[in-house]
């Protein structure tokens, strides 16, 4: 339902709820990282995205690496071992780590969605 919506992606910023004020911005998101609020500013950047792996602030060192996206699978740091698995992405779902069935998931997404965007939405429902 529209009722239900936790966030919304418009443009690269996630918003809260059905808004879409971009100045009501939690993060915004781009091909090269997450922003706090609605800015893409050097002074702002939360996370940098390179590789389909999330490093902590700018750094570039292998150690900062917070998560890797691997063939529809979110893993912790540059792991792609299955004892790492967070989330599985498939079909518009976002299924927790135990599995990929109707009861495992924990976030439908509607519409296209780049995987920074993904990453920005989980971020911003504190799901990771």
Known sequence: MFSDVICNVNGGHVLPGTDVMWNKAIVTCDQRGIYKGFSTSTFDVLFRFENNQLYLGESIF?????YTFKNGVIFRGDS???LDKLFTFKNGYVYSAEGESV????????GPITVVELFGVLLATEML
Request: without cysteine.
């Open 62 to 66: 292998s150690s900062d690496i917070i």
């Open 103 to 110: 009861f495992d998931v924990v976030l439908a997404i509607d």
């Open 80 to 82: 792609t071992f299955p």
